[in-house]
């Protein structure tokens, strides 16, 4: 994010309350509530997001003494935008305020305990039979957050708060978290009483009372202030020029990119790199298709979601340089995909040509893994291994006798780790504002990349761009960039990551010889087909390097070893700004590898640089990205250790049994 304007928050529970998830504990508890990773309780952004929005039009008909669409309505639609029933076709925006979840304040506590309840007949009086429940409930207690104002618009232009515009939002938004009268389930029992309190900083006051006091003691002056005309959402205050390879035209000279170097600096230009590395600080959706009532998340992060980041961070520090602005058409700013991270070694995907056996021993850590581009058929019964990731080189951990593993061979050496990020599951429901009963079919489960996950990418530069006064300055080594990523990211439960660069270094890559050698695509490869659309198959992909200069031969199978190993995926995406999908793109699917022979010095040249940008149609987003003759695969069978879930996020948080993973 840019420039933004950020509003405590403080909920103030005067009863037992809880968020329930949905879920429960076998044999134990009916419905539990929402924990954070401590397993403190907490109230969720998008549960704060729905209260606070339900309130904001009646407090905003009221400031507009009672009138149909007047200024204080039209600022409360710009602020959490259309809602969800609407057509959006005229009122097409983004949210522009953010809600964090509320939590305990550090060093506190909060009692949860369970509470009994059943159903009593109409007509004899008595319990009814299989209506016996047992569920969570917290007790009184403060919660704390952040309220904030959205510092950039969807097309990543920065947008500036006056204080009049601040104060303005400050004011709908405190008086609409005065009208909420309660969160949460078993409102009509009288659970989930509260307050909440907008822009009073918690901190300088220990009583919820002093906070409400101070709360309405401003709302009164500020209504006395602020004039009618006041509430408006701020504008973009420096358009970018968003370039665009096509013909000069003279209705837009702005969006048409400078000319780019010489063909020849195009062709083997030098290259630098820096490791982008991502903390996760909440859950971050990584868009898949939908399915059902499902919001999928794949587990990485693709450079679709970082590229245009890492382009608006460069574009904000130098607003007016045209080859920072141009980086992208002319293929001088490349991002990979974002994988995950074990003990600082960066997972690859799973090879397609890599299988074990179907049966293994119980409890056993490891697995067996053969590699069949190196071997024939194994003699025992195999399963192919199609999805995770392998961790080259990782040390795994041995696992602890209580946890029922057996322990390692010591004649046995792992040649890394096997495994995949877990992702989180939560459950959901829109309510009806008429009834504040849940919608029929609104119910949806948003699973996502659990926070406390790192993923790392690479950011390649070509050596012209990387010398460009303040390049360097903007990705300095350690300096951490709050970051709002992947899909819901403006919900406030999901999406809010750290983002630290490591040293800019010129990219060294080991030549490739010529020979016989293998190629493991580390992305997915949007390979054109022999008339130039849609296509994947291995003739394709063969085709693809050869018009880059790398002229590839597929090895011909002679015995039962693979020659490749390769799948397909489809790939949707969507567009913020323009509120529609993108174009299906059908690739080839990460992980997939080839056994290819290299014919000559030119062949190998060209293949060392392709290393470096990758092949195929968008390079630049993380697609195409290989490598070439890994020392993994030239192994015919090797052991892997199965990593756990405490691998990926540390150790195992309070919260992992109410948040289904999959």
Not at 108 to 126: A, K, M, N, R, Y
Not at 306 to 324: C, E, M, S, T
Not at 351 to 380: F, H, I, M, Y
Request: glycine share 10%.
């Amino acid at each position: 994010m840019s420039k933004t304007n950020a509003f405590p928050l403080t909920v103030v529970f005067h009863s037992d309350w809880g968020v329930s998830t949905g879920t429960g504990i076998a044999g134990g508890i009916d419905s539990v509530i929402e924990k954070d990773r401590t397993g403190k309780p907490v109230v969720r952004g998008t549960v704060l997001t729905g209260v606070i929005r339900e309130q904001t039009v009646i407090a905003a008909q009221a400031l507009d003494d009672g009138k149909d669409n007047g200024p204080w309505t039209r600022f409360a639609g710009d602020l959490f935008g259309p809602e969800a029933d609407d057509d959006g076709k005229d009122r097409r925006h983004q949210r522009n305020v953010i809600f964090s979840d509320a939590t305990v304040p550090e060093g506190q506590d909060v009692p949860i305990h369970e509470v009994v309840s059943l159903s009593i007949d109409d007509e004899t009086g008595t319990a009814r039979d299989d209506f016996l429940r047992f569920f969570e409930r917290a007790g009184a207690c403060r919660l704390e957050g952040t309220v904030t104002l959205v510092g950039e618009d969807v097309d990543g232009q920065e947008l500036t708060w006056s204080n009049e515009q601040c104060d303005a939002a400050r004011l709908l938004l405190a008086l609409s978290g005065l009208l909420v009268r309660g969160i949460g389930s078993n409102r009509s029992d009288g659970d989930g009483m509260c307050d909440i309190l907008i822009g009073v900083d918690p901190a300088l006051h220990a009583d919820g009372g002093e906070i409400l006091s101070q709360v309405r003691r401003w709302c009164s002056q500020a209504m006395d202030r602020l004039s009618p005309e006041t509430p408006t959402v701020p504008r973009a205050t420096r358009a970018f020029a968003i370039p665009h390879v096509a013909a000069r035209t003279t209705s837009s000279p702005v969006a048409e990119p400078e000319p780019a170097p010489s063909s020849g600096a195009l062709q083997s230009p030098k290259w630098w790199s820096t490791k982008l590395t991502i903390n996760l600080l909440t859950p971050v959706v990584s868009y898949d298709v939908p399915m059902s009532n499902e919001v999928r998340s794949l587990d990485f992060l693709r450079g679709t979601v970082l590229l245009p980041w890492v382009h608006r961070l460069l574009r904000r520090a130098l607003p007016g340089d045209a080859a920072v602005r141009d980086a992208v058409v002319h293929g001088r700013l490349l991002v990979s995909d974002a994988l995950p991270v074990v003990g600082d070694v960066v997972g690859l995907p799973t090879p397609l040509a890599l299988s074990t056996p179907k049966v293994r021993k119980p409890n056993q850590c490891w697995r067996e893994v053969t590699n069949r581009l190196r071997t024939g058929e194994p003699q025992d019964v195999h399963s192919p291994l199609r999805s995770g990731f392998v961790f080259p080189g990782l040390e795994v951990a041995p696992p602890e006798p209580s946890d029922g593993h057996d322990p390692l061979d010591k004649k046995l050496t792992l040649s890394g780790g096997l495994g995949a990020p877990p992702l989180t599951g939560r459950q959901a429901t829109a309510h009806s504002t008429a009834t504040g009963a849940a919608k029929d079919g609104a119910l949806f489960l948003v699973r996502a990349l659990p926070a406390g996950l790192t993923l790392q990418a690479t950011m390649t530069l070509s050596e012209d761009l990387v010398r460009i006064s303040g390049v360097k300055e903007v990705l300095a080594t350690g300096a951490a960039h709050d970051a709002r990523l992947g899909s819901r990211r403006l919900s406030g439960t999901y999406g809010h990551a750290r983002c630290t660069f490591s040293p800019l270094t010129e990219t060294a890559t080991s030549p490739v010889a010529p020979g016989e050698t293998t190629l493991w695509f580390t992305s997915d490869v949007l390979a054109r087909s022999a008339a130039l659309g849609p296509g994947g198959s291995q003739q394709d992909l063969v085709d693809a390097f050869g018009r880059l200069g790398a002229r590839l031969e597929v090895c011909q199978q002679t015995d039962d070893r693979f020659t490749a190993g390769i799948r397909h995926r489809r790939i949707d995406s969507w567009s913020t700004a323009g509120g529609q999908p993108r174009p299906t793109h059908t690739a080839i699917q990460a992980g997939s590898v080839l056994r290819v022979a290299v014919p000559d010095e030119a062949a190998a040249l060209a293949l060392t640089r392709l290393a470096v940008t990758g092949v195929g149609d968008l390079t630049a987003q993380g697609f195409g990205r290989f490598v070439v003759g890994h020392p993994l695969l030239d192994e015919k069978s090797f052991s892997l250790g199965d990593l756990r879930r405490s691998d990926f996020i540390g150790s195992t948080d309070a919260a992992t049994s109410q948040e289904e993973q999959s």
